[in-house]
């Protein structure tokens, strides 16, 4: 009976000192690591679309006889640049997936199997002097310490994780706001320069007395590729920005209510509308 | 109004005159003012893309430790659980020592 009393002890020293993740915390990390999960899938997808759209641009700008370069079709687009902002992304996703599964309860099965042994080895040993009900209870009791001691754990992850990634996150949201704006000498600035030359062109190639329909065909449709690739840098540019930036808000949230127990947690909360918006967004534009 | 900012609107109001104008010669004088502060812009934002390449690089080094680091917790946890069973282990044998002594 020496072990029951101990696990007892060790079971309320747990319970009283309080050793895991409140409700609002959990629920704070689980938000914040679904949404950056979806912000980094996104961005590595929207990233590679501007990429394909520029070149497709350039493409036809070339058949029109426009400014564009054989040689230069990508632009900003360069292999490194682009691959550099991939990674970026595709590490902000892994970071909310993983999160996601640290918070999550997907031990259960497995402490069940293991407190299901341990009473199954200890009707070995005692088994003479418990009854069955006493033996449930403590295959009860292994289970609950074991879940307290890997919600302690998680905490005790979490705490740390979420605290040390947050600069890091915030420099990512940071660039890829720079990236999404038309007017910051990030990446959409480079797609639109393209926007306004194939514009140009197209206008020049269809104003030329000389210019057969094979010729104003493809100029019409240069024309029509930029302008529904400035619709989409607008529309998914805008929401693109407003949802990196309610992440960053979110992050700071999330940081202080891990650190300081701070109760509200509404920006995160707001986070999950923004990123419905921008799938949205992306859906219309895409034809899906 | 940043750089940025102001190439931007300069680039939309020539482009707006091209679209508007009839005269095709017009229109070619001025599409090369267009071209020429098309380059400019683009020189600019492949340097601001190139440098911000090294920050990309940086912080996502970073988060990939942060990354690894949640994998090493999630081991961790799942740790629990088989410290458990070997703990069911070792009662086992001390019933089959106990046993063995009976």
Do not use: H
């Amino acid at each position: 009976m020496k072990l029951l009393q101990t696990l007892v002890i060790l079971l309320t020293i747990c319970v009283f000192t309080g050793c895991g993740l409140n409700a609002i915390q959990q629920e704070g990390v689980a938000r914040f690591a679904k949404a950056s999960a979806g912000v980094g899938d996104f961005s590595a997808r929207e990233l590679s679309q501007l990429r394909e759209a520029t070149i497709e641009m350039n493409t036809k700008d070339i058949a029109i006889n426009g400014k564009a370069k054989l040689t230069d079709l990508d632009e900003s687009f360069d292999a490194d640049d682009i691959s550099a902002r991939i990674s970026a992304s595709t590490a902000l996703s892994s970071y909310g997936k993983l999160l996601l599964s640290l918070v999550e309860e997907t031990q259960k099965a497995e402490l069940k199997d293991a407190s299901d042994q341990f009473v199954d080895s200890f009707r070995r040993v005692s088994g003479k002097n418990l009854n069955d009900e006493q033996l449930e209870a403590l295959g009860t009791l292994v289970r609950g310490i074991g879940g307290l001691f890997i919600e302690y754990k998680k905490a005790k992850a979490v705490k740390k994780i979420v605290v040390d990634a947050k600069d890091d996150i915030d420099i990512i949201c940071n660039l890829l706001i720079a990236d999404f704006t038309r007017t910051e000498l990030g990446l959409a600035q480079g797609v639109d320069v393209t926007i306004k030359r194939v514009k140009a062109d197209a206008d020049i190639a269809l104003a030329m007395p000389t210019v057969d329909f094979q010729s104003r065909l493809i100029a019409v449709e240069a024309y029509r590729f930029a302008d529904d690739s400035n619709a989409r840098l607008t529309i998914v540019g805008k929401k693109a920005i407003e949802t990196l930036t309610a992440l960053k808000l979110a992050n700071s949230q999330l940081v202080a209510t891990i650190q300081k127990d701070k109760k509200s947690i509404s920006d995160i909360r707001t986070l999950g509308s923004k990123i419905k918006e921008l799938a949205d967004a992306t859906r219309v534009l895409s034809g899906n | 109004m940043t750089i940025g900012e102001q190439l931007a609107k300069t680039s939309d109001s020539i482009l707006d005159l091209i679209l508007a104008t009839k005269d095709i010669e017009r229109k070619k004088e001025l599409r090369e003012y267009l071209t020429a502060v098309l380059a400019l812009t683009g020189k600019l934002v492949e340097a601001k893309v190139d440098r911000d390449t090294e920050k990309y690089k940086a912080a996502s080094k970073a988060l990939t430790s942060a990354n690894a680091a949640i994998k090493e917790a999630i081991d961790d946890i799942k740790n629990v659980a088989e410290t458990i069973k070997k703990l069911a282990k070792a009662v086992d044998l001390v019933g089959k020592l106990v046993d063995s002594l009976a």
